[in-house]
């Protein structure tokens, strides 16, 4: 029996929940068969299918999106909103017409409709960086007959550390006494 699934994030989660390579590929082969958004979603958030989103890397900054609600309580899904989500993949849809700031704006209303989970997976899909999230998802993927994929690393942010060593910065220390105290 197919299982069916509001949210991707669910489906995901639940095929990475079985016990083995044979049971996550038969889980997500149910899954795909049920929805059309399941095969692009993987072969895009692998890298498989190259495509240029026109959009910058990761979460926009100033999104207003809600972590606080419960799965399957989202304003709409990635199902739903696949449509919209395809025409920045398209480069023949109108959505490319459109100026930048405009393009940001319609993904990030996407975003902030979907639940806060589907957000992220729709993240990192755009950014190829899909194993990340789903770790199990690449021993799996050459027996889907995905063979050419971008082998993402866990990106770590470094830690700025502000180290000025320029020769002005240098004369005035050499200028000022930090060790003398005022006492008048």
Partial sequence: MAQKFRQMN???DWVFQ???????ISRLKEIAATNQTVVPLVRWGVGAEKMEWGLPEGM????????DIPDGMGETTITMEWRRIKAFTDPQS??????????EMNWLQILEGVHHKEAELLTHVKDRALIILYPKLEGILKDLGITEY????KKSKKAYKAKDTSKKMEELKAKVDFTATDTA
Avoid at 60 to 67: E, F, R, S, V
Avoid at 94 to 103: A, D, S, T, V
């Fill in 10 to 12: 669910e489906a995901f």
């Fill in 18 to 24: 079985g016990k083995g390579k044979k049971e996550h």
């Fill in 60 to 67: 926009p900054d100033g999104n207003k999106i809600q972590d």
């Fill in 94 to 103: 109108n959505m490319k017409n459109l100026p930048q700031w405009k393009q």
């Fill in 150 to 153: 971008d082998a993402v690393t």
